[in-house]
T-cell receptor
């Protein structure tokens, strides 16, 4: 069964450092989402791509976060500089028809 | 604006007992509704979804949910809990039209514990 791949699974960094997360969606899925999940809460959307275009990035803190999906396939989410409050699980999801999202295993970020 | 409220951040049941996890939604347009399950340090797995077809939706692992428009509810049930059901459960609503179609808005989650 096809799955969404994410790497790394765990990342520990110091504040003010740069970090990057990678996501490879299920083949053929045009829509890709990045979510942030703070411990004890539900995921919150950061950015949505349709192919290589950003559809919604209204909740992305653009002063430090950036996301790209250059060829409309895999995607990278970057944080620079990281802050203590960025410690969270970063989840990537993809969908074919926009009515069902399939999630990857996530990247657990700890900022020290 | 759409929103989801999950009643009870923590539910504890005995093995073999009924599982009932409550979810109420708010939406000005016909919603799509979802239940996801998350095990520790893992991503979310889809349990079931409502997309305006049958109001009683059956999902994986014996779970089902009923869409009740009059009550704006989408509660998740399972007749008999198993130890492996212990996890966190998230209810979510999404828009079914427009540019940001598909964006999920999640509740805060309900952690289910199953006692032997």
């Amino acid at each position: 069964e096809a799955e969404v791949a994410q790497s790394p699974r765990y990342k520990i960094t110091e504040k003010s450092q740069a970090v990057a997360f990678w996501c490879d969606p299920i083949s053929g899925h045009a829509t890709l989402y990045w979510y942030r999940q703070i411990l004890g809460q539900g995921p919150e959307l950061l950015v949505q791509f349709q192919d290589e275009s950003v559809v919604d990035d209204s909740q992305l803190p653009k002063d430090r976060f950036s996301a790209e999906r250059l060829k409309g396939v895999d995607s990278t989410l970057k944080i620079q500089p990281a802050e203590l409050g960025d410690s969270a699980m970063y989840l990537c999801a993809s969908s074919y028809s926009r009515d069902t999202q399939y999630f990857g295993p996530g990247t657990r970020l700890t900022v020290l | 604006a759409q929103s989801v409220t999950q009643l009870g951040s923590h539910v504890s049941v005995s093995e073999g007992a009924l599982v009932l996890l409550r979810c109420n939604y708010s939406s000005s347009v016909p919603p799509y509704l979802f239940w996801y399950v998350q095990y520790p340090n893992q991503g979310l797995q889809l349990l079931l979804k409502y997309t305006s077809a049958a109001t009683l939706v059956k999902g994986i692992n014996g779970f089902e949910a009923e869409f009740k428009k009059s009550e704006t509810s989408f509660h998740l049930t399972k007749p008999s809990a198993h130890m492996s059901d212990a996890a966190e459960y998230f209810c979510a609503v999404s828009r079914n039209y427009g540019g940001s179609q598909g964006n999920l808005i999640f509740g805060k989650g309900t952690k289910l514990s199953v006692k032997p």
